[in-house]
């Protein structure tokens, strides 16, 4: 017997675009939310457009849009029409400008007054409240603000922003964490509530004691590259063959393992060697040592000597090496999914696996407007009652 999917009965209704309120509908569609994406009929989501595609269909909304119900209203005409979505849903995730749905007058007020028990997400870059809540906003100033960006490059370069949506997918996660704790908390007092996500935020907490140690110590992280202030070696290093490998040494006992099998027991026994900070202020010495043996062998070899010394080393793979990698394919980490435009599909799988509750793909993002018929069905728009719509421009 198959058991229902942990997140069945989930009703979630995702009026947001780009990135990271659509990212966080598609983690809880992967457990069996019923998700509805709504789209304005005239002004699809960006996120359509961004990176390759193919014949004019864009391929990332393959993944992004993924087990989700595509639906068409805008919600400046049809406010009566997406309250009675809003009545019929457990859960709304948005991200218009602060004060949009105000303006509109579906303030979550409004919203809640419609439906008590629904948890509204509303996910922008700066939050609801202070000096910037108004402003346009996206992942990269999220990523410059958080101060990953500062630390992010060479010594001696420029401040790096990262070449995808780092930022937003962080708070898409944090955002699916935020509905399944305000979701627990309609379990117990039967209410909604508000959850405010500022994409500026949830980046923040990645990047470690950054705050404390400068509240402290007066430290500031510099620009390192590939290296950590807080061990060494952690490097990547380029092989006989001309292929890359990263190697890292958080732990006292591989950083040992690592110098002995590249045959620098003299440096173990240093006597800075025993603390990953000290190490990582011999950085150089300890580069030369690694490098220099992983440059006379090729990577074949260098990834079985590490696998028998224990010590930690991975290649440094672009997409070619992901998709014919044993421990990717072991996990099933890349789906195949077949889509009625594109034929089969390969896409990243769910998060994480499950014993008995597994998350699944049931089919890949669909085109614009593809179920608004059926959605509308479902809160009492008749057919007659639908066509005048379009007509009228509203879905």
């Known amino acids: 017997m ?17 990135f ?25 989501d960006a996120a359509r457009g961004h990176g390759a595609s193919k014949d004019g269909i864009g391929l990332w909304f393959k993944t992004l849009g993924r087990n989700k119900r595509l639906a068409t209203l805008d919600l400046s005409r049809g406010r009566e029409v997406f309250l009675d979505l809003v009545r019929a849903n457990d859960v709304l995730i948005e991200n218009f400008r602060p004060g949009t749905l105000e303006r509109w007058g579906l303030g979550p007020d409004v919203l809640l007054e419609a439906n008590p028990r629904l948890v509204i997400a509303r996910v922008t870059a700066f939050g609801q409240v202070g000096p910037w809540s108004s402003r346009p906003g996206f992942g990269s ?16 370069g420029p401040p ?12 898409a996660l944090a955002t699916a964490y935020a509905v399944m704790v305000a979701l627990r908390e309609r379990d117990v007092s039967g209410a909604g509530q508000v959850v405010d996500l500022a994409i500026i935020e949830p980046i923040l907490m990645m990047l470690g004691g950054g705050i404390t140690a400068f509240q402290q110590l007066g430290y500031v992280q510099p620009r390192l590259g590939n290296r950590s202030s807080n061990n060494a070696p952690r490097n990547v290093y380029r092989t006989l063959d001309g292929e890359w490998v990263a190697v890292s040494t958080s732990s006292q006992s591989i950083a040992e393992r690592v110098l002995r099998l590249v045959g620098r027991e003299d440096l173990v026994a240093q006597p800075w060697f025993g603390s990953g900070r000290e190490r990582a202020e011999h950085a150089d010495e300890l580069d030369e040592a690694v490098g220099s043996w992983i440059a006379g062998h090729p990577l074949d070899q260098v990834l079985s000597a590490f696998e028998k010394a224990e010590a930690a080393v991975g290649p440094v ?27 089969p599909l390969q896409m990243q799988n769910v998060l994480f696996r499950m014993s008995e509750s597994p998350g699944a793909i049931k089919w890949a993002g669909r085109a614009h407007g593809a179920d608004t018929a059926e959605v509308l069905a479902e809160v009492g728009v008749s057919p007659e009652r639908l066509a005048e719509l379009r ?5």
């Not at 990271?20 to 019923?34: R, V």
């Not at 100033?141 to 001696?156: N, Q």
Request: glycine share 10%; charged share 25%; aromatic share 6%.
């Open 2 to 18: 198959t058991r229902a999917a942990p997140l069945e009965g989930v009703k979630v209704l995702e009026a947001a675009t780009l």
């Open 20 to 44: 990271a309120g659509p990212l966080a509908a598609t983690f809880l569609g992967d457990f069996g939310a019923d998700v509805t994406k709504i789209e304005h009929p005239r002004k699809p």
């Open 141 to 156: 100033l999220a990523e410059a603000m958080s101060g990953f960006a500062a630390v992010t490059g060479e010594p001696d």
């Open 160 to 171: 790096t922003l990262p070449p995808f949506g780092l930022a937003d997918g962080i708070t």
């Open 317 to 343: 793979y672009d997409v070619r090496g992901i998709v014919t990698d044993p421990q990717y394919a072991a996990l099933r980490t890349i789906a195949t999914v077949d889509d009625d435009e594109l034929g």
């Open 391 to 395: 007509a009228e421009g509203v879905c």
